[in-house]
């Protein structure tokens, strides 16, 4: 193997996202494996305070990139500069989070080495010195071990929830180091951000989610899981026929086709679990589900199970947890 494992660290104006600590948690899990030391890579036009914030994990060192031409994204940019640092660092495997942002940029940036870019991984493992990843394919219905030619550099990004961020281990001194990198013409020029309406909210950083599908029955009934919610200090969320009543808006769905979710604790309500709805919660920490239908998919993930009417044991739990927070 060569140097150790490269984790880009995907930012907005200085601040990483939650992704890009999933990102270090996989890097350190799979180091941990192969005995090779993780390092982190941080782009922008200034982003000296971010790379300290990094150099607290547990990591060999952060590389710092800076350019005013790498202030706002742009694949043109990003990619010479990765390229060059990849090729300066020289590391076995480059670990990336499955965003937006990195689906643009990513696979040019492999072609640039040409190879491949295992994409969309939930987890990865070292047998016999054979790198080899898991992907879900068909809306998670199946997973496929992909297996690396093994020759360095390896590109991989790892999907949402498949690694929790509180994983990624502190309690280091990296040292920070700064690269230079010429950066060629950039054919683009980014428009202003896209400004989300201003009820979308981000589940992905909730820690507490209360999900409520079919077996709430009627809108009305919402207020049930409102009030869990509220005594227990999470967000509510839906599977995709609450939102597609209009029950709940859209940027609160659960699912392939809406948010991938992680949270410490995650109660589904009346949720019998089609696969495309575990796939954006199933990496939860604890599943809690509530469901009358005992052959309910959800159990088949859940931690804890409740096989009842979800309108008597809702309002019995949230009165429960107000007691042991002293509410009642």
Known sequence: MSNGILVFIENKGGTANRSSFEAIAAAQAFGSQLQQPVSAVVLGSDVSALAQEIAAYNIARVITVSDPKLAD???????????????????????LTHTYQVRDFAPKLAARFQKSLISDCIRAKADNGKIGFTRRIFLGKLDADVSSDGEAPVFA??????????????????AVENMTVQ???????????????????DLT????????????KSKDNLALA??????????????????DAEWLPIDRQI????????????????IS???????????????VAINKDPEA?????????????????VPVLTEEVRKIKGLA
């Not at 909730?206 to 599908?213: D, F, L, R």
């Open 157 to 174: 990004t790892f999907q949402t929830g498949a690694y929790r961020p509180d994983h990624a281990t502190k309690g280091g001194s990296a």
């Open 226 to 243: 409102e009030k869990l919610a509220e005594v227990l200090g999470g967000d509510l969320a839906a599977s995709r026929p609450i939102c």
């Open 273 to 287: 679990g089609a696969i495309q709805h575990l796939v954006g919660m199933k990496n939860s920490g604890t599943i």
């Open 205 to 216: 950083k909730a820690e507490v989610i209360i999900a409520v599908g079919r077996g709430i």
């Open 73 to 95: 994204y742009t694949p043109d940019a990003y990619a010479d500069a990765l390229e060059q640092v990849v090729k300066q660092t020289d590391p076995s495997l480059v670990f």
């Open 183 to 201: 950066i060629g013409d950039v054919r683009m020029v980014p428009e202003a951000p896209f400004q989300e309406a201003k009820q979308a909210v």
């Open 297 to 313: 998919p959800i159990f088949d993930i859940a931690d804890y199970g409740i096989v009842g009417d979800l309108f008597e044991a």
């Open 255 to 270: 699912g392939s086709s809406g948010q991938t979710v992680a949270p410490k604790l995650y109660i589904a309500l009346g």
